[in-house]
Each structure stands twice: as C-alpha cells, then as structure tokens.
C-alpha cells in the first residue's frame, strides 16, 4: 500500500504504519532511522522506531495501513516562524523598482483590498507551504500590519484551517501617523473608510486575539504583534548609534500595551527589529520590555554585538531571512548563536526576493554567513534543519507538540521523495537533501494525522478553485490599484547587467 491508496480513505483506517523510509527524527537524541518506522493514530506520533521493530508488534492489528515509504525520508512537518499574509498574491510586483515596493503594497494592502482577496491569498498561501512541508507558518497581516477589520484576520485564518494547515496570526498595531486610515471594498462596491487612533487599534488587537486564538480544534494561534520593535526610529533598517539615542514616550506606551495584551491573552509576542532597537528597548522597565523568552524578533539587522549578547541574555529568540541586503546589513547569527541565542531561518515570504521554501532559505542562509566569515564550516546540514524544526518550534513556545518526530507529538510530518535523479544514489540523504534538494522534493505533508498535500495537490480543497480564486483576485486588486503598469520588465532587461528605469513609474499618494 501506498500514500495514494489511504489519501481518501473515508475514515478505513484508525491509523498508519509508515515502514522503510528514512526517518529523521530531530528528538533530543537527534536518531536517525535509516530503516525506520513511524505509527500515527489520530493526530499524534505513537511510536518511532525500525522498520523490523515496529512491524513485530503492529503487523497485525486491526485497523492500521501498513505504507511502503521505501525510497523516501520522513521528516518533521517545517515551521516558518515569519511571513506576510498577501504577499502570495502579489509576488513579482514592484520587481523593476524595489524602492518603492513598500509604498505600493501599502497602497494596495490598506486602499484597495476586500475580504475575499484575504481568502483567496490564504488559500494560495497556505497551499504553497503545504507544498514546501511547512505545516506551521506565520502570517503578518500585510507588509506592515492591519488591525482594523476583524474579517481579514478572519477570512484569512478559516483559509488556512479548511486546508488543514497550522497558522500563527501576528496581531497588532501599524506605525504612525495617527489615525491610521484604512480604505476596504465590500461586497456591494461600497468602499468602507476606517479611521483609528492607536488606543483603538490595542483595543481591536486584544478582542482579536480572543476570538482567534486556539481556534479550528488549535489550528490556529495568535500573538501579540507590532509592527515593529520600535515606531519611532527606521522601521525596515538600522538607526546609527548616533540618532537611536533615547527611547521615546510612543514606544515605551506601545511596548507597555502589547506587554498587557499578551498576558491578558495568555499568548506570546512577535514583531520585527533592526539596529538600536535592542539597546533602546532595554531603557524600558524589565517588565514592559517586548524582550524575553515569550518574544521572537525578525531580521535583526545592523545590530551590534552589545544587541546581541542584550538578546542571548534575555533569552528571546531571533528570526533570520538570508537575502542579498544582509551583504550590506546582516543579521549576525553565528555570532549570536555562539553567544546561546535560539536563532531560526524565516521565509519572510513571498515578497520579490524570498519564497515559502525553507530548503532554499537554510542554503541561503549558509551561503551568506560562510561567504561573510570566510569559513565554509558553519551550519552543518543537521542546524539548519533544526533551525526550521524544533528551534522554530522553541521561537513559537510549540515544542512540546511540534517540530520533532516524537511518541505523544503532532504528527506533522514531511515525506521527501528520494528516488529522483538530483538525490540518487540514496547515501547521506539529509546531507544531500539540504545540500541539493529543494522544498519541491516534498512529495506528501502530513498535518494533524491527516494527509492535507499529495503530488502537487491539496486533499482537502480543490486545487483548481484555489488557483483560479487566486488569479482572480490578484488580477482584480492590481487593476483597481492603477498598477498594471507594474507588469513590465525594467527598461534595461535583456542584454545588460543591471536593471534600470528611464522615467519615474510610481507615485507616492502618502499613504502610510
């Protein structure tokens, strides 16, 4: 018997016993069973062991389908720990001029959506990392966070859970001005005009965690998420030691209130850091800092090894994307990883630059650190999966039921397909899955118990529906955004090596 045969099983089976593959375990013992076994009942791991083992005992019994997985590895379901929630829809766009790929999607993401573009990215997104095997992701709403209609935060959160995919909702507050104002097209054509101050904006962030967190059966999370650390100084980039000098009176306030609403809603915090804003936040009483080990901050570059050991001390968890900008502002992960800090790789996706393939993030994140420490013996292949398994699961405060393949966990599980050219012959296969392989080698993700993505399709929603609901709504929002144009390639495309624009395409209207 095979995966194909149990995907709809109507409720046959009580549970699997998965036999042959290569079992990689990511438990404290971090075992690797070359000839491994891994039975599921329900939503939980009962047992991992070998092959000869586990089938003495569950031969059998009644009940269980006994699957070959010979010539595949199983692993523990991937966790990306950071994302932004539309973006899926909008990859690409604003790829000709980067500078202003901010402005555009707040134009786009805060004036000119609906609800149903919320659904329909949730869909393709939730999809896409099903795809990679990642079973758990965060979704930032927007590239810097909507806190104002409870519906997106919704409609987003049901998509993920229909495709039986676990999501983590950052909640929280956008930067200033004040009021923020916010333009959301209803189903009638009607264009709905919010407008908050920052003390509505709490308000709505802690009613929305209530209602949103632990939901779909605890599918669903939700943190406590600014948009970032700080508002008052650079919010995508280092502020120099010079101009990041006192910490003002908006962010000791914003610090303070999310601090509140995290231990009102029993749940953790995440937002987005850079340089100063470490050192910063310490002038803040201990108990109103967004540091600690309920915190995970994102990007953290540019900041100073004094901002490193500020994070290892304090135990919070930093998360990483590896891209070209960290060449010029890098995130200094060995460093801070010798210092004792829990540091795991993000996706940040799916802006221009990044993807939901946390395969390709570890490389990326290997080659940017050996190229900038001139040493290619950092990150063996076995830390970067563990930084995208059970370090993740730690950033989130989920390891006791995620991010390994332990009897009394989450089965969440990822089936690599090894009998591929690119992974042939099977010797060393983590190694040379990390090393050579890619997110598309996931041939099956296993979330709950359940087999929710097989061969390039989802098990509990229609494929086409997604897609098209996709394209719909992309198409749909781009066009009433005015930014079609964004279509076209930069002027200088073919034949020269470095893209250029000859007239200016975007106009800033100021929304912020």
């Known amino acids: 018997m095979n995966i194909k045969n149990v995907i709809n099983d109507n409720g046959q089976y009580e549970g699997y016993l998965f036999t042959g593959a290569t079992v990689v375990t990511v438990d404290e013992g971090r075992n690797i069973f070359e000839d491994g076994a891994i039975l599921v009942k329900e939503d939980k791991i009962i047992e991992v062991g070998s092959t000869d083992d586990l089938l003495k005992k569950y031969e059998h019994e009644e009940g269980i389908a006994k699957i070959d997985s010979r010539r595949k590895m199983i692993l523990p379901g991937f966790i990306d720990v950071h994302a932004h929630a539309g973006h899926t829809l909008l990859t690409m766009l604003g790829e000709a001029t980067p500078t202003n790929w901010m402005p555009m999607m707040t134009e786009i993401y805060h004036h000119n959506t609906d609800d149903e573009f919320w659904y329909n990215e949730g869909r393709l997104a939730?999809?896409?990392?099903?795809?990679?095997?990642?079973?758990?992701?965060?979704?930032?709403?927007?590239?810097?966070?909507?806190?104002d209609r409870f519906e997106i935060l919704k409609a987003h959160s049901d998509a993920y859970a229909k495709l039986g995919a676990r999501e983590i909702l950052a909640v929280g507050p956008s930067g200033p001005p004040y009021p923020r104002v916010n333009h959301h097209y209803l189903t009638n054509g009607e264009v709905l005009e919010t407008s908050k101050e920052l003390d509505e904006l709490f308000v709505n962030t802690e009613d929305f965690i209530s209602k949103l967190n632990h939901g779909h059966g605890d599918l669903i999370r939700a943190f406590a998420a600014p948009?970032?650390?700080?508002?008052?100084?650079?919010?995508?980039?280092m502020t120099a030691a010079d101009v990041a000098v006192e910490l003002t009176d908006l962010d000791r306030y914003v610090m303070k209130s999310i601090r509140e609403i995290a231990r009102n809603c029993n749940t953790r915090i995440h937002t987005e850091a850079f340089g100063g804003m470490i050192r910063l936040a310490m002038q803040a009483p201990e108990s109103e800092r967004l540091l600690g080990e309920d915190v995970h901050l994102q990007h953290c570059t540019g900041i100073s090894l004094d901002e490193a050991k500020i994070l290892a001390d304090t135990k919070t968890h930093v998360s990483s994307t590896a891209s070209s900008r960290q060449f010029s502002n890098r995130c200094p992960v060995p460093e801070l990883m010798t210092m004792g800090a829990n540091v795991v790789i993000a996706s940040d996706g799916?802006?221009?630059?990044?993807?939901?393939?946390?395969?390709?993030?570890?490389?990326?994140?290997?080659?940017?650190?050996?190229?900038?420490?001139?040493?290619?013996?950092?990150?063996?292949?076995?830390?970067?999966?563990?930084?995208?398994?059970?370090?993740?699961?730690k950033a989130l405060g989920w390891e006791d039921e995620i991010g390994s393949i332990e009897a009394g966990k989450k089965a969440d599980l990822v089936f690599v397909d090894l009998d591929k050219p690119h992974l042939t012959p099977n010797l060393m296969p983590l190694r040379k899955f990390m090393g050579m392989g890619t997110g598309e080698d996931v041939e099956a993700t296993m979330v709950n118990g359940k087999f929710v993505y097989h061969k390039g399709d989802t098990i509990l929603e229609d494929r086409r529906s997604i897609?098209?609901?996709?394209?719909?709504?992309?198409?749909?929002?781009?066009?009433?955004?005015?930014?079609?144009?964004?279509?076209?390639?930069?002027?200088?495309?073919?034949?020269t090596i470095r893209r250029e624009l000859t007239s200016k395409r975007f106009e800033d209207k100021g929304w912020k």
């Open 126 to 147: 939730a999809f896409t990392r099903l795809s990679y095997g990642v079973t758990t992701g965060l979704s930032v709403i927007s590239n810097c966070q909507r806190v």
């Open 227 to 237: 948009f970032v650390l700080l508002f008052s100084f650079n919010q995508s980039s």
């Open 350 to 393: 799916t802006a221009p630059s990044s993807t939901f393939d946390l395969i390709r993030q570890t490389q990326n994140m290997a080659l940017v650190h050996r190229g900038f420490l001139n040493d290619n013996f950092y990150f063996p292949a076995g830390k970067l999966l563990e930084m995208i398994t059970i370090d993740a699961a």
């Open 467 to 495: 897609l098209d609901g996709a394209e719909k709504s992309a198409r749909e929002t781009i066009k009433r955004a005015d930014m079609e144009k964004f279509y076209a390639t930069s002027d200088k495309f073919w034949g």
